[in-house]
């Protein structure tokens, strides 16, 4: 019997869901008598009543629809108690006054930024021409407790394959049982091939991932009499959109990553790659075998920020005793997954053979070949810094002695993916300077050892003997090259 009650009810609350409280009849209307046209989403226009709930948002509009001229200050609304509403007293309730859209009518707003049961009452607009003639027109507010739903969430969220249920019940003020019709996101029915209907709760026995599309209309249809009058449908409505939580996903359960130990000081980096989590992973903690890591000047985590999820240990001073296997645990919040990394020590790349191929005005091009025969893992990038002579000189030492911090703070950087070619076309230079040049190659474990060149790009008298010689070759006065072996 309530299945059928609730049917025959659906295409009712449908139509009464575009108003927050009561069937509205036809359209204001103004006369002749009187210009004046009040209008409200929630107003019915034959009593010339506004229902509400307790707790809304509420705005009502007077129209002066007269061409006489009437003044801002002489159209304004009135409270119940007879007093002019200014803006001031009540910061809850104000009125504006500005011109109609369309038309050079005044029209002032009355706006309730929460209505409460003490609004009921009768509001005026009140009108006063230039010629000092008055036009008033009363409407009723009737503002109705408001509704207290058994379960106040507009937000239902459980794991993947565990259930959920939406229960759209109320508390009656009343003592009656209100009735209660549950629709989806679009008016219509629940898929019952999803839904279990037992009551006012609609229940989804295994949450899959298609579901967090889902939504839950709950609405209510109380009858309301005012006075003597019919009785009429209010009606509320409360949207309940789903959620479904997963755990954190990875690529595979365990990954094996790399690292060089050798004389230097090195990094090594212990990757956690998020591939999916609902919602987004907030908290990452590593561990060592058993036991957690602790942030400190050797250990650092890195959580990145925006689309892509996942975060990384860095490992500063890398050596034999951080070998081993490290555990990742992330957490959603919801719940949360371990990946495990098995962090292995492989051969750095063997150094690069680097050739000058071309020097230009403000770009030199570089050949950059791998000379691993068979290398432990593939090179994948290589890296090309490059400072000015003076520079370089200035640090007081050799060119191939220079320090590897010195490099990193006043060197231009670049790291560039192996191109099959092995051609690099560095831009951006000055004209007719000479540059110190440091390449080095890169694998998933680290740096190898790097070559040390130094080049200089032409300048105008060089492009001059360029153009006039015989010969394309580069003079050996323009580009002076010194090969290196460097471990830094």
């Known amino acids: 019997m309530g299945r059928l009650l609730g049917k025959m009810l659906f295409p009712l609350a449908m139509c009464l869901l575009l108003t927050s409280a009561v069937v509205a009849s036809d359209k204001p209307t103004s006369n002749e008598e009187n210009p004046i046209v009040i209008s409200s989403e929630s107003m019915d226009y034959d009593t010339n009543t506004i229902t509400v709930r307790e707790g809304k948002k509420m705005m009502v509009s007077c129209v002066f629809e007269s061409d006489e001229t009437i003044h801002k200050s002489d159209l304004l609304w009135k409270q119940p108690n007879g007093n002019n509403i200014d803006g001031e007293t009540n910061p809850s309730l104000f009125a504006v006054v500005l011109n109609e859209r369309g038309s050079k009518h005044r029209k002032t707003s009355l706006h309730f930024s929460s209505v409460h049961t003490r609004d009921t009452g009768l509001y005026t607009c009140s009108g006063r021409t230039a010629g000092g003639e008055t036009f008033e027109k009363t409407v009723k507010l009737v503002v109705l407790p408001s509704i207290e739903w058994n379960d106040k969430d507009t937000v239902k969220g459980a794991l993947l394959g565990e259930p959920i249920t939406v229960d759209c019940g109320v508390k009656s003020q009343s003592g009656a049982d209100p009735m209660i019709q549950m629709t989806n996101g679009n008016g219509e029915p629940l898929d019952e091939e999803i839904w279990t209907i037992a009551g006012n709760e609609a229940t989804i ?284």
């Open 205 to 488: 026995d295994s949450l899959k991932k298609e579901h967090a599309e889902l939504a839950v209309s709950c609405i209510t249809i109380e009858m309301h009499q005012e006075g003597n009058n019919e009785e009429f449908p209010v009606v509320d409505r409360k949207d309940v959109n789903i959620e479904v939580y997963t755990l954190p996903e990875f690529a595979s359960d365990e990954s094996v990553q790399y690292t060089v130990i050798d004389n230097h000081v090195r990094d090594a980096v212990v990757y956690c790659n998020v591939t999916h989590s609902f919602p987004p992973v907030r908290h990452y903690t590593f561990y060592h075998g058993d036991e957690e890591i602790k942030l400190n000047d050797k250990f650092n985590i890195f959580v990145n920020v925006g689309l892509i999820q996942g975060a990384h240990l860095k490992i500063h001073n890398v050596n034999e005793n951080d070998l081993g296997t490290y555990k990742c645990e992330a957490n959603n919040i919801k719940a949360k997954s371990i990946h495990t990394v098995h962090l292995r020590e492989a051969n750095a790349p063997a150094e690069p053979k680097v050739t000058l191929v071309e020097a230009k005005r403000h770009s030199i091009i570089w050949r950059v070949d791998s000379i691993d025969q068979e290398p432990d893992l593939p090179v994948n990038a290589v890296e090309i810094r490059h400072l000015r002579a003076a520079t370089a000189e200035a640090s007081g030492v050799a060119d191939e002695d220079i320090s590897d911090s010195y490099w990193k703070s006043h060197s231009i950087f670049m790291q560039r993916n192996i191109k099959s070619d092995g051609i690099y076309e560095i831009n951006g230079l000055r004209h007719g300077h000479e540059y110190v040049w440091r390449f080095r190659q890169i694998n998933e474990a680290g740096f190898g050892d790097s070559v040390v060149l130094r080049a200089k790009t032409l300048d105008d008298n060089d492009l001059e003997m360029t153009d006039s010689a015989t010969y394309t070759t580069i003079p050996l006065t323009i580009a002076t090259l010194l090969v290196i072996r460097l471990f830094v």
